[in-house]
T-cell receptor, first 114, second 111 residues
Framework: EAGVAQSPRYKIIEKRQSVAFWCNPI?????LYWYQQILGQGPKLLIQ????????DSQLPKDRFSAERLKGVDSTLKIQPAKLEDSAVYLC????????????FGQGTRLTVV | DQQVKQNSPSLSVQEGRISILNCDYT??????FLWYKKYPAEGPTFLIS?????DKNEDGRFTVFLNKSAKHLSLHIVPSQPGDSAVYFC??????????FGKGTLLTVNP
């Protein structure tokens, strides 16, 4: 079974530039999550999708971050414009349902904003 | 305001001994608890979970204990192996199915 795929693995951009991350969840997984993990911290949920609908985006900085889930499968997370404090690993995860079935994580995208 | 606290940033144990990782939470409404393991340059992987109706769940060398009155859970690894060296995150969930993670504990198992 293929795991959660994310790209790119690494990205370096200058502040005020824009960047996009892509995620392909495990086939058949209805729930998709984007997490931000700053160095030394635990993952923080940015947005949760159930199929192509948003379940929770309460911690997404909506003035600069946006996310969409295309046809309930792939998802993209965009930052525009980026700030220095956005430097982090962005993790995508998926799970079968919206309950407590454990989430499977991708390898993440390490973003450095300079 | 941290809802989930892992107060030990790191833990070092000898191979074959027990590793005990601790996690405290503040909200009594949380009712599902998970442990994830993370190797460098990889995403977290699910390890073991427990719901609030239980106080213990065991899976091979890994056991999670839940003390609801103290709002405390722990992960026991017996016996510890060098391959267990990783960062361990506890995560808690409530009625909205949203998971909140602790900061993690770096476990080092020395041969």
């Amino acid at each position: 079974e293929a795991g959660v795929a994310q790209s790119p693995r690494y990205k370096i951009i200058e502040k005020r530039q824009s960047v996009a991350f892509w995620c392909n969840p495990i086939s058949g997984h209805a729930t998709l999550y984007w997490y931000q993990q700053i160095l030394g911290q635990g993952p923080k949920l940015l947005i949760q999708f159930q199929n192509n609908g948003v379940v929770d985006d309460s911690q997404l900085p909506k003035d600069r971050f946006s996310a969409e889930r295309l046809k309930g499968v792939d998802s993209t997370l965009k930052i525009q414009p980026a700030k220095l404090e956005d430097s982090a690993v962005y993790l995508c995860a998926s799970s079968l349902g919206g309950g407590y079935t454990e989430a499977f994580f991708g390898q993440g995208t390490r973003l450095t904003v300079v | 305001d941290q809802q989930v606290k892992q107060n030990s940033p790191s833990l070092s144990v000898q191979e074959g001994r027990i590793s005990i990782l601790n996690c405290d939470y503040t909200n009594s409404m949380f009712d599902y608890f998970l442990w994830y393991k993370k190797y460098p340059a990889e995403g977290p992987t699910f390890l073991i979970s427990i719901s609030s109706i239980k106080d213990k769940n065991e899976d091979g060398r890994f056991t999670v204990f839940l003390n609801k009155s103290a709002k405390h859970l722990s992960l026991h690894i017996v016996p510890s192996q060098p391959g267990d060296s990783a960062v361990y995150f506890c995560a808690v969930g409530g009625s909205n199915y949203k998971l909140t993670f602790g900061k993690g504990t770096l476990l080092t198992v020395n041969p």
